[in-house]
């Protein structure tokens, strides 16, 4: 009596339903949810985030992301300029740049800039500095890659036309290549946003004074005091509060450009 | 200032071991309308593209309105501004609207004020009948528009000679009349034309000479009613054979 394919199917979907099922069962009956409660929605220590968790933990994390962006945006449009010139050792520097801070993680570059360079230079950067430099140092390696793709990406008969009006290459690359290649990666560069969100929690690393905390720090300092996993949750939160609509707004920007892609390797 | 306008000479130009131009002499008079015709990969639109720069020579000499554009110490930007450029596939910028289209370059190259850049653009956005259209970006144009959008472009420069790219090639049947209207009206105001085409038609009526090229040499040329209208070269019959009556042809030798 052999099952016909489909019926093999459909049999293999309900045992699959069931199995989740059961155990859903088992763990509800198994867990402590008043421990569960109380671990994840400690209501009282909820209270006594707020309002800072927003007046500083979040405010002082979109201002560190906006500098880092800022910083290694400028920087990448460079090191893109950089990658795409007609002088060799510009593209080599370039190519090392991006290979290595790609290649090596954001923390290193926090920690080398908070207490690398004060030591051998004997220069300390203050808060605001030292997240813009780190951020941007390794943002900018990955956004160079974007931007460039971009570049090469706007048609060349945009240059061609720029050119017989008579501009001269600089000109043509100001006025007509970078804004249409920054329309074009617009999606891209969102989602490079979302990333150094992300990372600006790696600044946890150095002392922060109380109206310096970003939403890790915050989140950690809570908890010392606050014995429970409530302040990660709400923190967490607060993050998905910046990098929800950003990944929205990443894929609109997509579909509204009619899905043309960039390749950026 | 002389009466000739072009004056192209020895032209020769390859990409790698591939001789596109063989050695050419183009002259062209100040008001005069110049048809390039010939087969694909005969090397015109080479041609054309080596009159503003846009291809560097390997060896011969081209002036323009006096300039010569091969002298390493030509400001080739400077000279461009006086040669018009019109491409087959319009190249607007895509991301300015019509009215800045045809004001950026006047404004950044030329260095004229807002107000006079504007006041130049609609008149010439006027000439080919889409004062409209200023507000309107390319990408709401039909292909007919945006190619005079882009004829109106070059002659917001005040060109001396404008350089027509197979203008109509990547248009609709129906859009062509529209542009090659404009590109008459243009020669009948005397305007110095060089036009790449497959126009014979336009080539015929609004030409004062046609050349015909193939293989990277000028094979024949001179008033269009005898280019076209009685050729004497075989390469020449042929092509215009094929060209004004196709559906009396077989497939093209191979050879």
């Avoid at chain 1, 926090?110 to 207490?115: E, Q, R």
């Avoid at chain 2, 050695?23 to 009159?51: A, F, Q």
């Avoid at chain 2, 094979?219 to 009396?248: K, W």
Wanted: hydrophobic share 45%; glycine share 8%.
């Amino acid at each position: 009596m052999a099952l016909s394919k489909r019926k093999r199917a459909e049999y293999f979907r309900y045992s699959q339903y069931t199995l989740l099922v059961v155990i859903a069962l088992v763990i509800a009956f198994l867990a402590d949810w008043e421990q569960i409660r109380t671990a994840f929605f400690n209501f009282k220590t909820m209270g006594e985030m707020f309002p800072n968790v927003i007046t500083i933990a979040l405010k002082n994390t979109l201002i560190y992301t906006a500098l880092g962006f800022a910083f290694g945006l400028a920087l990448g449009l460079v090191l893109a300029l950089m990658k795409l010139s007609s002088i060799a050792p510009y593209r080599w520097i370039a190519t090392i740049y991006i290979e290595f801070f790609r290649g090596i993680p954001a923390l290193l570059v926090f920690i080398g800039l908070a207490f690398g360079v004060p030591l051998a230079f004997q220069i300390q950067f203050d808060i605001y500095s030292t997240v813009m430099l780190a951020l941007g140092i390794v943002g900018a390696a990955y956004m160079a890659e974007t931007i460039r793709a971009g570049i090469q990406a706007v048609p060349k008969g945009q240059v061609e036309a720029a050119r017989s009006l008579g501009m001269s290459q600089g000109r043509a690359m100001i006025t007509i290549v970078i804004p249409q290649a920054f329309r074009i990666i617009l999606p891209p560069l969102t989602n490079e946003l979302i990333l150094l969100t992300k990372d600006s929690s790696l600044i946890y690393i150095i002392g922060l004074a109380r109206d310096q905390y970003e939403l890790t720090k915050f989140g950690r300092e809570t908890l010392s005091r606050s014995p429970s996993l409530t302040p990660i949750l709400v923190v967490g939160l607060c993050y998905l509060i910046i990098t929800l609509p950003l990944g929205y707004l990443s894929r609109y920007l997509e579909r509204r450009s009619g899905g043309k892609k960039v390749s950026v390797l | 200032m002389s009466e000739i306008s072009v004056e192209i000479t020895g032209l020769k130009k390859s990409f790698g071991s591939l001789d596109v131009l063989k050695g050419i002499d183009v002259t062209v008079n100040r008001g005069d309308v110049v048809c390039i015709i010939g087969p694909s990969g005969s090397g015109k639109s080479t041609l054309l593209r080596c009159v503003n720069l846009l291809e560097e020579p390997n060896d011969g000499k081209i002036v323009v309105n006096g300039v010569e554009l091969t002298d390493h110490d030509v400001d080739i930007d400077r000279a461009r501004t006086k040669i018009g450029m019109v491409f087959q596939s319009f190249n607007l910028f895509s991301h300015l609207n019509v009215l800045a289209n045809l004001t950026v370059a006047q404004r950044k190259v030329l260095k004229r004020g807002e107000k006079e850049a504007q006041e130049i653009a609609l008149r010439n956005l006027d000439r080919v009948g889409l004062k409209e259209k200023a507000n309107s970006m390319p990408a709401q144009l039909s292909g007919g528009q945006q190619q005079r959008v882009a004829i109106a472009r070059a002659l917001s420069m005040d060109p001396d000679v404008m350089l027509f790219d197979e203008p109509t090639s990547a248009l609709d049947p129906e859009l062509v009349g529209d542009v090659l209207g404009v590109m008459r009206q243009l020669a009948d105001e005397g305007m110095t034309m060089l036009v790449v085409t497959h126009e014979m038609q336009f080539a015929r009526e609004v030409a004062d000479k046609v050349i015909f090229m193939d293989g990277g040499y000028i094979v024949e040329e001179g008033p269009a009613a005898e280019v076209i209208g009685n050729p004497q070269e075989p390469r020449t019959q042929e092509f215009l054979a094929r060209v004004l009556d196709p559906t009396h042809h077989g497939p093209s030798d191979p050879a």
